[in-house]
Structures are given as structure tokens and as C-alpha cells.
């Protein structure tokens, strides 16, 4: 009997000894489990949805970036555009402002180069400008996501291509070409091809921000006059088949909506103002702008990217002479 109970004792220890051997060796089989099988295939499949996605986006020509849905060269305008308020709101930024224009533009403001040189008064300006700016949002005043700053809901692109002269009761004004003795302008139209960025900015490839360093221009062009006393503008003005822009800034911020005329030039897309804007007047009217700026310290947005709309907005209506703030009944409160 004792003999018989040994035996069973020596099994049980067997046994459980098998088991606790069982869990603590690693099954040596390589063949996945049922879990293992249901996951590998739905990564296989959401592989291949992915993959059919993007097949599908290139075939339509769509991008998964902010600035494909608004128009072709969006984000090459939102550059110039960021630029412009950078350069504004930078010591001795007025040039590298005024390299953002068109040639004839650069032209007519580079007769009064003294114009375009800031003043102590609007370097003064800038400098509170950007301790404040910095003192509220915790940085310098830079523009790095210019697509999602410069989204639909404050500017709207429409793109096309020059068909020819237009006469001077077209819907924006333009450059005047004298030598062809007549009067450009660009129009709200779509389509259009080529890109490019302007004059002497610099872009970081990595992050695609606009950078400004007002110590890397090339300068306003030296102007060259007419016999008729008038400013040659770009002898390639009216060409047709160059490519145009038309940026509608809505009401807000205090202002009324605007239209911005681009076009792209040899160096990249640039904004074109009105004959009537002088250097003089270009510089005046920049100043008052950043000085309403630094006024409004107070009720700078608190966010970040609505207060670069604001500045932008209020810097470009500068720019095409619209100095006047729009009444409560016309802004949209942005």
C-alpha cells in the first residue's frame, strides 16, 4: 500500500513539474497564432487602403497640405505674404517691403529712395511692437505656418493667366505701360501654371517658413524715366499667358475687405499697387499702420494666428492706400 502511494505521489510531481516546464519554456513552433493572423491581416488591409488613397489623390492631383485646396500656387502667395508683414514689422524693413512689388511699382517708388528708408520714428515703432509681441505670445514675431495663418476663412486666391491688355476700366487697377500707351490690369479669373518665390527671401526648405533679413536684398530697382516724365514699368507687363492672382482678404479686424493683384514675375509672384502710391505716401502710410498696430496692444487676439491675420491685414490695406478702419457694421469681428 505504501509502495502504491509512492508512485502516485512521484506522478503528481511529474505532472506538475511538466506543467510549470510547459509555462516557462516559449513555444518553439514559428507558426502565428489566430491573434496574430487577424492582426498581420488587418494591417495588410489598412496598408492597402492607405496605399489605394494616395493612388487616388495622385491621380486627382490632390495634396494632403492646407494651401492645395485654395489654389495651385497658394502656398508661393502665402510666402509673399508673410513676408510682407515680416519685413514690415523688422528695423529697417521698408526696402525689403517694397521688393515684394512689381517692377513697375519698384520703379515708381525707387524715384524717392529716400522715402523708402525707415525712419527713427517707425524703427521706434517696430521695436515696441516686437517686445510686446513677444512679452504676449512668448517669440518674435515670425510666420512659420503660413497655409494655416492665411487659411479660406481670411483670404481667398483665385489664379489666372494675363489675356492681354486690359483697359483702364477694368475691375483693379495696375501698372501703367507707358509704351504701350496703355493701362494694365488683373482681373478675378482661374487657372493658371508656374510658380515661384520672391525676390530676396529666403526660404527654409525644411519647414517651408518665409524668412526675412532685410541685410540680404537686392535693393529697389533704380528707376529709369520716360520721355514723358513717367516710370517705365515692367516691359513684360501685359504679356499674355502670364500668370495672375487675386487675393480677397474679407472684412475684419477692424478693416474692410480688400483685393490684392499679384503677378509673377522673373523672381517669383509680387503684389501690385496702384499707380497713386508713392514712396512717400508708401512710407507714410506703413507708418500710421504700425503705429495703430502698437496702439492696439491691448486687444491683440489672443490667438497667435489671428493676430498675424490682423497685422497682415492691416499692413496691406497700407500698402494699397486704404488707411481708413472700417465701421462696426462692416467688419466681421476677426
Do not use: C
Not at 515708381?108 to 515703432?125: C, E, F, H, I, V
Not at 483665385?158 to 501698372?175: F, H, K, L, M, Y
Amino acid at each position: 500500500m505504501k509502495k502504491q502511494l509512492r508512485i502516485v505521489v512521484a506522478a503528481a510531481a511529474l505532472t506538475v513539474g511538466g506543467m510549470a516546464w510547459a509555462q516557462e519554456t516559449p513555444p518553439t513552433s514559428d507558426k502565428p497564432t489566430v491573434g496574430q493572423k487577424i492582426e498581420n491581416a488587418a494591417d495588410k488591409t489598412g496598408d492597402a487602403l492607405k496605399s489605394a488613397a494616395d493612388k487616388t489623390k495622385d491621380a486627382l492631383g490632390l495634396k494632403s497640405d492646407p494651401s492645395a485646396t485654395q489654389s495651385k500656387h497658394a502656398e508661393a502667395i502665402h510666402d509673399v505674404m508673410a513676408q510682407v508683414a515680416e519685413a514690415a514689422v523688422t528695423k529697417d524693413g521698408l526696402d525689403d517691403v517694397a521688393e515684394r512689388l512689381v517692377d513697375g511699382d519698384r520703379n515708381r517708388l525707387g524715384q524717392q529712395q529716400d522715402a523708402l528708408k525707415n525712419t527713427d520714428t517707425l524703427n521706434g515703432r517696430i521695436a515696441q511692437i516686437q517686445k510686446d509681441w513677444k512679452a504676449k505670445y512668448g517669440h518674435e514675431f515670425d510666420i512659420k505656418a503660413e497655409d494655416k495663418v492665411y487659411d479660406q476663412s481670411f483670404a481667398m486666391i483665385t489664379e489666372g493667366e494675363e489675356g492681354g491688355a486690359r483697359t483702364a476700366g477694368a475691375q483693379i487697377s495696375g501698372d501703367a505701360d507707358h509704351a504701350a500707351g496703355n493701362t494694365a490690369a488683373s482681373g478675378n479669373v482661374s487657372g493658371s501654371s508656374g510658380a515661384g518665390v520672391s525676390g530676396s527671401a529666403n526660404v527654409d526648405t525644411n519647414s517651408g517658413t518665409a524668412k526675412v533679413d532685410v541685410n540680404n536684398n537686392t535693393g529697389v530697382d533704380k528707376p529709369h524715366v520716360n520721355t514723358d516724365g513717367q516710370t517705365a514699368a515692367d516691359t513684360n507687363r501685359n504679356d499674355p499667358g502670364r500668370n495672375i492672382a487675386t487675393v480677397h482678404i474679407a472684412a475684419g479686424h477692424g478693416l474692410p475687405a480688400l483685393d490684392v493683384p499679384m503677378i509673377h514675375e522673373a523672381g517669383g509672384w509680387k503684389i501690385d499697387l496702384p499707380d497713386s502710391v508713392d514712396g512717400n505716401k508708401f512710407r507714410d502710410n506703413l507708418q500710421t499702420a504700425l503705429t495703430k498696430v502698437g496702439d492696439m496692444k491691448d486687444q491683440w487676439p489672443a490667438d497667435e494666428s489671428d493676430a498675424y491675420r490682423a497685422v497682415t491685414h492691416r499692413v496691406l490695406a497700407a500698402m494699397f492706400d486704404k488707411t481708413a478702419d472700417a465701421s462696426p457694421s462692416a467688419s466681421n469681428g476677426q
